[in-house]
Protein backbone atom coordinates (compact mmCIF):
# COMPACT_ATOMS: atom_id res chain seq x y z
CA UNK A 1 0.00 0.00 0.00
CA UNK A 2 1.38 3.48 -0.88
CA UNK A 3 -0.07 6.54 0.42
CA UNK A 4 0.78 9.88 -2.43
CA UNK A 5 -0.57 13.03 -3.27
CA UNK A 6 -3.51 13.66 -4.94
CA UNK A 7 -1.42 16.29 -7.28
CA UNK A 8 -2.00 15.65 -10.73
CA UNK A 9 -5.23 16.28 -13.32
CA UNK A 10 -5.91 12.94 -13.42
CA UNK A 11 -6.08 11.87 -9.61
CA UNK A 12 -8.26 14.96 -8.87
CA UNK A 13 -10.79 13.56 -11.41
CA UNK A 14 -10.13 10.32 -9.89
CA UNK A 15 -11.05 11.32 -5.77
CA UNK A 16 -13.28 13.78 -7.42
CA UNK A 17 -15.49 10.60 -9.08
CA UNK A 18 -15.26 8.63 -5.80
CA UNK A 19 -16.44 11.83 -3.48
CA UNK A 20 -19.84 12.37 -5.85
CA UNK A 21 -20.92 8.66 -5.54
CA UNK A 22 -23.82 9.00 -3.51
CA UNK A 23 -22.95 6.27 -1.39
CA UNK A 24 -19.75 8.01 -0.45
CA UNK A 25 -20.83 11.97 -0.15
CA UNK A 26 -23.50 11.02 2.18
CA UNK A 27 -21.19 10.82 4.84
CA UNK A 28 -19.28 13.52 3.93
CA UNK A 29 -19.16 17.59 4.61
CA UNK A 30 -16.29 20.00 3.94
CA UNK A 31 -17.86 22.72 4.93
CA UNK A 32 -20.75 25.15 4.22
CA UNK A 33 -22.76 22.01 4.16
CA UNK A 34 -20.54 21.06 0.67
CA UNK A 35 -20.82 17.71 0.09
CA UNK A 36 -19.33 16.47 -3.36
CA UNK A 37 -15.45 18.32 -4.59
CA UNK A 38 -14.97 18.87 -7.93
CA UNK A 39 -11.72 18.41 -9.07
CA UNK A 40 -11.22 22.24 -9.67
CA UNK A 41 -13.04 22.56 -5.92
CA UNK A 42 -10.19 20.20 -4.64
CA UNK A 43 -6.88 21.78 -6.44
CA UNK A 44 -7.82 25.57 -4.81
CA UNK A 45 -8.39 23.59 -1.57
CA UNK A 46 -5.27 21.98 -2.19
CA UNK A 47 -2.91 24.79 -3.12
CA UNK A 48 -4.74 26.85 -0.26
CA UNK A 49 -3.51 24.23 1.94
CA UNK A 50 -7.04 23.92 3.94
CA UNK A 51 -7.01 20.47 2.48
CA UNK A 52 -4.16 17.88 2.35
CA UNK A 53 -5.31 14.48 0.00
CA UNK A 54 -3.20 11.40 0.39
CA UNK A 55 -4.62 8.55 -2.58
CA UNK A 56 -3.85 5.01 -1.53
CA UNK A 57 -3.07 1.85 -3.47
CA UNK A 58 -4.24 -1.64 -3.34
CA UNK A 59 -1.24 -3.72 -1.28
CA UNK A 60 -0.46 -5.62 -4.67
CA UNK A 61 -0.61 -3.05 -7.51
CA UNK A 62 -0.20 0.86 -7.85
CA UNK A 63 -3.56 1.09 -8.35
CA UNK A 64 -5.47 4.07 -6.50
CA UNK A 65 -8.38 2.83 -4.37
CA UNK A 66 -9.34 5.57 -2.06
CA UNK A 67 -8.44 8.76 -0.65
CA UNK A 68 -7.65 9.99 2.68
CA UNK A 69 -7.60 13.65 3.93
CA UNK A 70 -7.46 16.67 6.37
CA UNK A 71 -9.67 19.14 6.32
CA UNK A 72 -10.14 22.64 8.26
CA UNK A 73 -6.43 22.72 8.48
CA UNK A 74 -5.26 25.10 10.96
CA UNK A 75 -1.65 26.09 10.66
CA UNK A 76 -1.94 28.38 14.09
CA UNK A 77 -3.87 26.08 16.29
CA UNK A 78 -2.37 23.21 14.24
CA UNK A 79 -5.45 21.19 13.89
CA UNK A 80 -7.19 19.47 11.27
CA UNK A 81 -10.40 17.51 10.47
CA UNK A 82 -9.64 13.52 9.34
CA UNK A 83 -11.48 11.82 6.80
CA UNK A 84 -10.78 8.89 4.37
CA UNK A 85 -13.25 6.97 1.82
CA UNK A 86 -12.53 3.35 0.08
CA UNK A 87 -13.30 4.33 -3.34
CA UNK A 88 -13.13 0.84 -4.90
CA UNK A 89 -15.75 -1.13 -2.52
CA UNK A 90 -13.76 -4.48 -4.50
CA UNK A 91 -11.54 -3.54 -1.85
CA UNK A 92 -13.68 -3.05 1.52
CA UNK A 93 -13.06 -5.24 4.51
CA UNK A 94 -9.20 -5.62 4.19
CA UNK A 95 -8.18 -3.18 7.00
CA UNK A 96 -7.11 -0.53 4.80
CA UNK A 97 -9.06 1.96 6.57
CA UNK A 98 -7.20 1.34 9.80
CA UNK A 99 -3.97 1.17 7.84
CA UNK A 100 -4.59 3.89 5.43
CA UNK A 101 -5.18 5.98 8.68
CA UNK A 102 -2.78 4.91 10.78
CA UNK A 103 -0.38 6.09 8.62
CA UNK A 104 -1.99 9.11 7.43
CA UNK A 105 -2.59 9.96 11.47
CA UNK A 106 1.63 9.80 11.65
CA UNK A 107 1.99 12.05 8.90
CA UNK A 108 -0.28 14.42 10.36
CA UNK A 109 1.46 14.74 13.49
CA UNK A 110 5.08 14.33 12.14
CA UNK A 111 5.36 16.15 9.20
CA UNK A 112 1.90 18.71 9.62
CA UNK A 113 2.95 19.63 12.98
CA UNK A 114 -0.57 18.80 13.88
CA UNK A 115 -1.42 18.85 17.69
CA UNK A 116 -5.02 17.84 17.65
CA UNK A 117 -6.30 15.61 14.98
CA UNK A 118 -10.48 15.24 15.09
CA UNK A 119 -13.11 13.34 13.51
CA UNK A 120 -16.65 13.11 13.28
CA UNK A 121 -18.85 9.79 12.69
CA UNK A 122 -22.44 9.53 11.73
CA UNK A 123 -24.28 7.85 14.67
CA UNK A 124 -24.94 4.14 13.92
CA UNK A 125 -22.07 3.89 11.44
CA UNK A 126 -20.13 0.23 11.78
CA UNK A 127 -17.20 2.41 11.11
CA UNK A 128 -16.77 3.37 14.53
CA UNK A 129 -15.21 0.65 15.52
CA UNK A 130 -12.02 1.65 13.48
CA UNK A 131 -11.79 4.94 15.21
CA UNK A 132 -11.38 2.94 18.40
CA UNK A 133 -8.77 0.73 17.24
CA UNK A 134 -6.75 3.78 16.28
CA UNK A 135 -7.09 5.34 19.89
CA UNK A 136 -9.06 7.90 19.10
CA UNK A 137 -11.29 9.30 22.60
CA UNK A 138 -15.01 10.14 22.45
CA UNK A 139 -15.43 14.00 22.75
CA UNK A 140 -19.01 14.93 21.86
CA UNK A 141 -22.12 14.54 19.97
CA UNK A 142 -23.37 17.06 17.38
CA UNK A 143 -27.53 16.20 17.32
CA UNK A 144 -29.04 16.26 14.50
CA UNK A 145 -26.96 17.89 12.23
CA UNK A 146 -26.59 15.42 9.30
CA UNK A 147 -29.25 14.05 6.64
CA UNK A 148 -29.20 11.36 4.98
CA UNK A 149 -32.15 10.09 2.61
CA UNK A 150 -34.36 12.81 4.55
CA UNK A 151 -33.90 11.46 7.82
CA UNK A 152 -31.30 13.17 10.81
CA UNK A 153 -28.32 11.72 12.39
CA UNK A 154 -26.25 12.68 14.86
CA UNK A 155 -22.23 13.30 14.48
CA UNK A 156 -20.26 11.63 16.89
CA UNK A 157 -16.77 13.78 17.31
CA UNK A 158 -13.54 12.23 18.19
CA UNK A 159 -9.99 13.65 18.71
CA UNK A 160 -6.38 12.27 18.65
CA UNK A 161 -3.38 13.26 20.37
CA UNK A 162 0.27 13.01 19.41
CA UNK A 163 0.86 11.36 22.68
CA UNK A 164 -2.29 8.88 21.96
CA UNK A 165 -1.34 8.03 18.71
CA UNK A 166 0.89 4.61 17.83
CA UNK A 167 1.55 3.57 14.18
CA UNK A 168 -0.29 0.32 12.54
Not at 14 to 39: I, T
Request: charged letters at 25%; glycine letters at 8%; a positive charge.
Amino acid sequence: MQLRPADTPELLRLVAGWLSEKENYQWLEFGDGRQMASPEWLKIATQRGSHVLRVFTADDTDQPIGVAGFSNVNPRFKTATYWIVLGDKSHARRGYAGRVSSRMLTFGFTELGLQSIQTWIVDHNPSVGVLKSLRFKPIGRLRQCHVIDGRTYDRLWYDLLPSEHEEI
